[in-house]
């Protein structure tokens, strides 16, 4: 008997790779949604409003401290009960935007308090106006050591939007098991993509290694 | 409300499964952790490069693929694995390789002088890890070993996709049943929540213990060959 | 006879002594394109008290650390009481041997910035190699911390954990477990650089104990010009990896034979 029939898994490669594609739309898509989503949540939490600073911090909390699976589940099954139906497809990309949005929000805000307060102390010196301080000192020092942690949830999200597939999206996940379910193979299927996100994140990840060191050298 | 007063009886039950796998695959992570870990701080290469191998390998691959794989693409292989024994294995093998990093990290980043303070005294390589390196670098390790805790909890939530019967998928099939999707899916969710929270108040329990726990075991072991010393 | 005197005298060698203590033959050393120690050729006597001065990066801190197994000579041989520590006599690197391990423990180190055992209380500091690498019971690996400790003036310090010491008391503490291991070299790494200025004298106070009542060879690299006068046979003079100069402290001090001597001197000492 033999135990890896080759040319199935060749045969199959090419929908896998339509998966594929999916699957680096959603994370890039994803992405974004969670820079811009927590860049926002960043901001509002640091002008500390009251009531909806709170809000967003302990939500954030919440987020982080439940599973993305489940929270698709809610986005997916408890939106259509209140009236808000979209696609499967949008629904998960921004389910997964949101979920990485508390994280992000909480590497903006380790990136702002890291800087020195010596440069905050020396804008005011010279007396600075604060949208300067911002532009021209603050963003641009405290965007660099957090680019490789960005980075780092990049590659992560790559790799969680698996877990969309339990939400009848057909990413990379998802069409190995259609396919495995359909063939009643599941070796070659699993495996295959396995190995596609390894071959991805792998060096993915190598580069953020390298992204480190140039940006947050240490001695 | 009813139904899920109905249906409490199973989510507890999904609870305590769940709270089963956290707790298993927690001891797996922890076993992988130092196996790989120190394996990566080895002088040898026979031992770093299957180490460093072993950990991009299942931090690159992916934690639900890797389930997916232990559960359906295993038994092609010749080996069936009862569900929860494939969800453990590959949240153990797959957080352990993440946390092998905390480890190797932690230690390797001890101050250098550690080291040369004990070459300097003479001790074997084995020797220093054990009485020098590693005690130190516990308190260290807490925080990061806590993260990984949190994310072990959240991902066990992903066995109920290979039919283990946890709290995710208890509150899924009940919502099939009675329809009560808000209430079940919310609840799960507070319920997630609170574990997670535990999670965070242990490490920080630990964190105080182990930070004290230096004087305070300093004091509490006696040594009796001293007494008389010290009193003359 | 005081106890402290019984102590230090248990620091005193056994066996007869041979005559050279360490000696140094061709010995290089090289990180990168940055030549540190040139072809050194250096001996010490047994029962010699050496100070190394030098501008830093001079590599004197390299001889200490080859010494104590932290750095590998590229070339040359080092030997330590007669028995071989480091031999690269064909240029090939030397490794680590067995031979290297057991010559390792006839040396002692303190360390510039102590390195004491954050996790242990002072007591167990000291005892730790004894009973570990020694395998010397419990109980005797106690009684002689304890001695040690009285002989630095910590023994009421015994159960406290080196953060709660001043850095003058680690650095004591960092001596009595040292001396634990009852080595026949002692080593120290500028001791007191790391030290704030009024701590410095209660620890070249254990050194200078150490150096007028033991027998022990003892090298010590430091900036503390006039200690070194004080208590060593000889003073080096240590530049760009070779010996500038050497001899008896008054001829390197108020006689320098060296311009470069003569020049590193006044600039330690002109303020």
């Known amino acids: 008997m033999i135990i890896w029939d080759s040319e199935f898994a060749i045969s199959i490669i090419p929908t896998l790779l339509k998966g594929l594609w999916l699957t680096l739309q959603i994370t890039f898509i994803g992405f974004f949604i969670s820079l811009a989503v927590g860049l926002l949540v960043a901001i509002v939490r640091y002008l500390k409003i009251p009531v909806i600073s709170p809000i967003f911090t302990f939500w954030v909390s919440f987020v982080r401290g439940t599973p993305l699976l489940v929270q698709a589940y809610v986005a997916f099954y408890v939106l259509p009960l209140m009236g808000v139906t979209f696609d499967a497809l949008p629904t998960g990309i921004v389910v997964i935007g949101l979920n990485y949005s508390a994280y992000t929000a909480e590497v903006y805000r380790a990136g702002i308090e890291q800087l020195p307060k010596g440069q905050w102390e020396a804008a005011t010196a010279l007396s600075l106006p604060r949208w300067r301080t911002w532009m021209r000192i603050v963003v641009p020092q405290a965007v660099r050591p957090i680019i490789p942690v960005l980075g780092n949830y990049l590659i992560m999200m790559f790799k969680d939007s698996a877990i969309l597939s339990s939400i009848t999206i057909i990413e990379l996940l998802g069409s190995a098991l259609s396919i495995g379910s359909g063939y009643y193979r599941y070796l070659e299927p699993i495996t295959i993509i396995g190995l596609m996100y390894l071959a991805i994140s792998f060096p993915c990840s190598l580069l953020i290694k390298r992204l480190e060191r140039r940006f947050v050298p240490t001695h | 409300m009813t139904s899920i007063f109905d249906y409490s009886g199973l989510l507890l039950q999904g609870l305590g499964v769940t709270i089963v796998v956290t707790v298993l695959g927690a001891a797996l992570t922890l076993i992988v952790a130092f196996a790989a870990g120190l394996s990566g701080l080895s002088r040898h290469r026979w031992l770093r490069w299957p180490s460093s191998i072993f950990v991009e390998f299942f931090r690159g691959s992916g934690l639900l693929v890797q389930m997916f794989w232990f559960f359906y693409a295993l038994p092609f292989l010749g080996i069936q694995l009862a569900p929860l024994v494939a969800g453990v294995l590959a949240l153990g093998l797959n957080e352990g390789a993440y946390a092998a990093e905390v480890v190797r990290g932690t230690i390797r980043s001890r101050a250098k002088g550690q080291t040369e303070a004990a070459i300097a005294l003479g001790m074997t390589p084995a020797l220093r890890m054990r009485r020098i390196l590693i005690p130190q670098s516990i308190p260290a390790m807490l925080p990061a070993f806590g993260n990984v805790m949190v994310d072990l909890l959240k991902n066990t939530s992903l066995v109920s996709l290979v039919t283990v019967s946890d709290l995710t998928w208890r509150a899924f099939t009940a919502r099939t049943i009675t329809g009560q999707t808000v209430e079940l899916f919310l609840t799960i969710l507070v319920l997630y929540y609170l574990l997670s929270l535990l999670i965070g108040w242990l490490i920080r329990y630990l964190e105080r213990r182990f930070a004290l726990d230096r004087k305070s075991l300093a004091k509490a072991r006696p040594i009796k060959a001293m007494i008389g010393r010290v009193s003359s | ?271």
């Open chain 3, 1 to 271: 006879m005081s106890p402290h005197t019984d102590t230090l005298h248990t620091l005193n060698a056994k066996e007869p002594r041979r005559d050279i203590e360490i000696s140094f033959s061709n010995v290089s050393k090289s990180w990168g394109s940055n030549q540190v120690l040139r072809g050194l050729d250096f001996e010490v006597k047994a029962g010699e008290k050496v100070s190394i001065i030098g501008p830093s990066g001079s590599g004197k801190t390299t001889i200490l650390r080859i010494l104590m197994t932290l750095e590998t000579p590229d070339v040359g041989v080092v030997t330590v009481g007669g028995d071989i520590l480091w031999d690269a006599r064909e240029g090939v690197k030397s490794k680590e041997t067995k031979q290297t391990q057991i010559t390792r423990r006839k040396v002692g180190m303190v360390f510039q910035q102590f390195n004491l055992f954050p996790h242990m209380t002072v007591l167990e500091n000291v005892v730790e190699a004894p009973i570990h690498v020694l395998g010397i019971s419990k109980q005797e690996a106690n009684e002689r911390a304890v001695d040690l400790l009285e002989l630095v003036g910590l023994k009421e310090h015994m159960k406290h954990t080196p953060p709660e010491l001043s850095g003058g008391q680690q650095q004591r503490v960092a001596i009595a477990r040292a001396l634990a291991m009852r080595p026949r070299v002692m080593l120290f790494d500028e001791p007191t650089s790391a030290l704030d200025p009024e701590l410095i004298g209660e620890v070249l106070g254990v050194i200078r104990r150490l150096a007028t009542t033991t027998d022990m060879t003892m090298l010590m690299v430091t900036h503390e010009m006039r200690f070194a006068q004080e208590i060593s046979d000889r003073v080096v003079m240590f530049d760009k990896g070779v010996v500038v100069e050497q001899g008896p402290p008054e001829q390197i001090f108020k006689n320098p034979k060296e311009e470069r001597t003569e020049r590193f001197l006044k600039a330690v000492t002109s303020y």
